[in-house]
T-cell receptor, first 112, second 113 residues
Framework: DTAVSQTPKYLVTQMGNDKSIKCEQN?????MYWYKQDSKKFLKIMFS???????INETVPNRFSPKSPDKAHLNLHINSLELGDSAVYFC???????????FGDGTRLSIL | AQSVAQPEDQVNVAEGNPLTVKCTYS??????LFWYVQYPNRGLQFLLK??????LVKGSYGFEAEFNKSQTSFHLKKPSALVSDSALYFC???????????FGKGTRLSVIA
């Protein structure tokens, strides 16, 4: 069973479009995250949700809107896609003090 | 603010030789330190964690990490490298509570047969 699953794995689209990435975890974790990995492989937190509530929102453009319908799901919707949005987006989940986070395999977003 | 630094972009080692991937940190309080590995087109896999205070931490796949408080380092080590260890390695720090990870820039390890 996949612990953290993201769909789609690849997303190729044109500038200006709106797209969504879905994430689901079956680990029973309370907290879910979105990270962005840029072309230089640098990883940075975008959002963090705990029990469906937004707790961290780093300086991300408001074109990015996360939504958590329940604590097992955290989706990411992106409006008006720009060339600079091309990256790999990772979903992760975690729980408890000092416990490791578990990552999905990533969604590679390419903007044409 | 917590931060970690990985001074090497690339580490090359011959198969069977010991490997070290370096990480230094700048933290306040007692955060947690982690190592993750990323294989091509895959997510990050957890290798090991350290609660600041542990000197030597053993993790998955034969990896271990040496924590040195005076040098603020948390180097990843393995006694005998395998070609299959070739991947991108990330050091990360996390504050107390259920907070996000702060990652180093990553070090690409190449193990040559």
């Amino acid at each position: 069973d996949t612990a953290v699953s993201q769909t789609p794995k690849y997303l190729v689209t044109q500038m200006g479009n709106d797209k969504s990435i879905k994430c689901e975890q079956n680990l029973g974790h309370d907290t879910m995250y979105w990270y962005k990995q840029d072309s230089k492989k640098f990883l940075k937190i975008m959002f963090s949700y705990n029990n469906k509530e937004l707790i961290i929102n780093e300086t991300v453009p408001n074109r990015f809107s996360p939504k958590s319908p329940d604590k097992a799901h955290l989706n990411l919707h992106i409006n008006s896609l720009e060339l600079g949005d091309s990256a790999v987006y990772f979903c992760a989940s975690g729980t408890g003090e000092g416990q490791p986070q578990h990552f999905g395999d990533g969604t590679r977003l390419s903007i044409l | 603010a917590q931060s970690v630094a990985q001074p090497e972009d690339q580490v090359n080692v011959a198969e069977g030789n010991p490997l070290t991937v370096k990480c230094t940190y700048s933290v306040s309080g007692n955060p947690y330190l982690f190592w993750y590995v990323q294989y091509p087109n895959r997510g990050l896999q957890f290798l090991l964690k350290c609660i600041t205070g542990d000197n030597l931490v053993k993790g998955s796949y034969g990896f271990e990490a040496e924590f040195n408080k005076s040098q603020t380092s948390f180097h990843l080590k393995k006694p005998s490298a395998l070609v299959s260890d070739s991947a991108l390695y990330f050091c990360a720090v996390r504050d107390t509570g259920n907070t996000p990870l702060v990652f180093g820039k990553g070090t690409r390890l190449s193990v040559i047969a």
